[in-house]
């Protein structure tokens, strides 16, 4: 099992910065891929933005240029640093931790909100 933690979110106004966090604990050994979803009012969760072990990354078009994922392997920790956020960003974000070869491996933070403001 692995556990993962979200903290950093909070209201903001549009234009302005936030830093969500998430660490890992657990049997993280088994994870290739952690990455940031969120799910706004009403809408399907979607991929924000993905990070290898090796650090490669992926992100949505609509937070390319904006947003940064980074992680911390020494600390199990994961960053997404949002940059010109707008009210669109609002939404629950969630922290996903997994085994891209294997579907049992597959973990989810409780989601911290970002509110943004107009």
């Known amino acids: 099992q692995v556990q993962l933690v979200e903290s950093g979110g909070g209201l903001v106004q549009a234009g302005g910065s936030l830093r969500l966090s998430c660490v890992a604990s657990?049997?993280?050994?088994?994870?290739?891929?952690m990455g940031w979803d969120r799910q706004a009012p009403g809408k399907q969760r979607e991929l924000v933005a993905q990070i290898t072990n090796g650090g490669s990354t992926n992100y949505a078009d609509s937070v390319k240029g904006r947003f940064t994922i980074s992680r911390d392997n020494a600390k199990n920790k994961i960053y997404l640093q949002m940059d010109s956020l707008k009210p669109e960003d609002t939404a629950v974000y969630y922290c996903?931790?997994?085994?891209?070869?294997?579907?049992?491996?597959?973990?989810w933070g409780q989601g911290t909100q970002v509110p943004t403001s107009s």
């Open positions: 657990g049997s993280i050994l088994r994870i290739n891929y």
């Open positions: 996903n931790a997994k085994n891209i070869f294997s579907v049992r491996y597959d973990y």
